[in-house]
C-alpha cells in the first residue's frame, strides 16, 4: 500500500469486508463529536453503505490500524459524473480518541499519493458545517473552498477542493 512505511504500532493499508462493523463503529463516534443533539436517525443502513464502498472495485477505503485496532478510516473514489481526473473524498475519520496522534496527517498523505498514483489532479469533499475540527484539519492539509460549488443559504456543509498535484 502507497503511504508511510509500516512501523510495529501503526499500518495504512485497505479495509477488508470482515472489518466493516469495525468500521461503522469508529464512524458513529467520530460522527457523534460534531452533532451537540446526537447522530440524527435518518434511516440511513450505515453497515450496508460501508459494506458496499468497502467492495466498490471503483473505489477504495483506507484504514490505519494501530495494536489490531482501526483507528482511522478514509473513503475514496471517482465521483459520478466527473473525469478520471477528479476523486471525491466521502469518509474521512479518526477515532475521537485518538485525536491528535497524528493518524489523521498521516492518512492524508496516504490518500494522495493513491491519488497521484491513479493520476488524479482534484481532490474534492464536503464536510458539516458544524465540524470545525474537520474544517480546520482540512484547511491545514491545503483544502480550499470550491469555487466551482459554493453552499446554498439552508446548506450543512461546505464544499472543498485540493490540488492533488500541488499546483
Given amino acids: ?5 509500516p512501523t ?8 477488508v469486508p470482515a472489518e466493516a462493523e469495525a468500521v461503522v463503529a ?4 467520530a460522527r ?23 467492495e466498490r472495485p471503483d473505489g477504495q ?9 482501526i483507528v482511522g478510516l478514509a473513503s475514496f473514489r471517482v465521483p459520478e459524473g466527473a473525469g478520471a481526473e477528479t476523486v471525491k473524498l466521502f469518509q474521512f475519520h479518526v477515532d475521537p480518541d485518538r485525536w491528535r496522534a497524528g493518524i489523521g496527517t498521516a492518512l492524508h498523505t496516504a490518500c494522495v499519493e493513491q491519488w ?21 484539519f482540512y484547511a491545514r492539509q491545503g483544502w ?9 443559504d439552508d446548506d450543512h ?3 472543498l477542493r485540493f490540488s492533488v498535484r500541488g499546483e
Fill in 1 to 5: 500500500m502507497i503511504g508511510e512505511p
Fill in 8 to 15: 510495529p504500532s501503526r499500518v495504512i493499508r485497505t479495509v
Fill in 26 to 29: 469508529l464512524h458513529a463516534r
Fill in 32 to 54: 457523534a463529536t460534531y452533532y451537540p443533539d446526537g447522530i440524527p436517525q435518518d434511516g440511513t443502513a450505515w453497515l450496508a453503505n460501508w459494506r458496499t464502498a468497502i
Fill in 61 to 69: 477505503v483506507l484504514c490505519v490500524v494501530e495494536q489490531g485496532r
Fill in 116 to 136: 497521484r498514483a491513479d493520476a488524479r489532479r482534484t481532490a474534492v469533499l464536503d464536510v458539516h458545517v458544524d465540524n470545525r475540527r474537520a474544517q480546520a
Fill in 144 to 152: 480550499v473552498p470550491d469555487p466551482e460549488n459554493p453552499p446554498a
Fill in 157 to 159: 456543509h461546505l464544499f
